[in-house]
Structure formats: C-alpha cells, structure tokens
Nanobody, 124 residues
Framework: QVQLVESGGGLVQPGGSLRLSCAAS????????MGWYRQAPGKERELVAS???????NYTDSVKGRFTISRDNAKNTVYLQMNSLKPEDTAVYYC??????????????????WGQGTQVTVSS
C-alpha cells in the first residue's frame, strides 16, 4: 500500500523559512508528478507547486521567487523550501503524488495519493 508521509511544518515568524518533506513508501515503480497544495481556513485547497518526473516545475504566482520545489526520484521524496514566509502562507500543506504505479496484491495499480497534511503557521 502506498503512503505519503509529510514532515517539516511548524510555527515561524514572518520572513522566516521552513522546509517541507514528503516521502512516498510502498512497492512503487514510478510516480508522474508530485506537488504541494495548501488549504487555509475558510478557503479552497490550492496548488502551491508541482514537479514532474523530469523536474519540470510549476508555481502559483503568490509563491514564485520565494518557494522552491525539488524531488529525489530515487527516494520517491518531494521537498518544498519556503523562504520569506508571509502570514498569508499560513495553511495546512498537503503532499500529492499523481499517477503512482505500484504493485499491489491484485497486480499493478495506477492511482493518486495524498499525505495527511502538515500545519504551517507564519506569525509574530
């Protein structure tokens, strides 16, 4: 069974930095894109950044120049380096793995997976 485990959230002052990590575990053969989404209270979940298997990246406008997404394919792990954090970055951050091909008891599966979420709070 594929699982995504996130780490690295917490409380930071405005202007500070945090690094989120998300490791996918299980009998994984390949993962297409991996990404980070966030959801603030009272708002819809939004895509923050994504990265393909060949490291092509995409960012939402509000984080360009401040956040960097990277990926270690050998470890099935995606990272989000967040610099110059602002109070409006406060949200629960979720990791997503798209089109994960994995071995199951019934053969190969191709599914999307989500992490459990990690809280990021930017406040003085």
């Amino acid at each position: 069974q594929v699982q995504l485990v996130e780490s690295g959230g917490g409380l930071v002052q405005p202007g500070g930095s945090l690094r989120l990590s998300c490791a996918a575990s299980g009998s994984i053969f390949s993962i297409n894109a991996m990404g980070w989404y966030r959801q603030a209270p009272g708002k819809e979940r939004e895509l923050v950044a994504s990265i393909t298997s060949v490291s092509s990246t995409n960012y939402t406008d509000s984080v360009k120049g401040r956040f960097t997404i990277s990926r270690d394919n050998a470890k099935n792990t995606v990272y989000l380096q967040m610099n110059s954090l602002k109070p409006e970055d406060t949200a629960v951050y979720y990791c997503n793995a798209d089109s994960v091909v994995a071995k199951t008891a019934f053969g190969l599966s191709n599914s999307d997976y989500w992490g459990q979420g990690t809280q990021v709070t930017v406040s003085s």
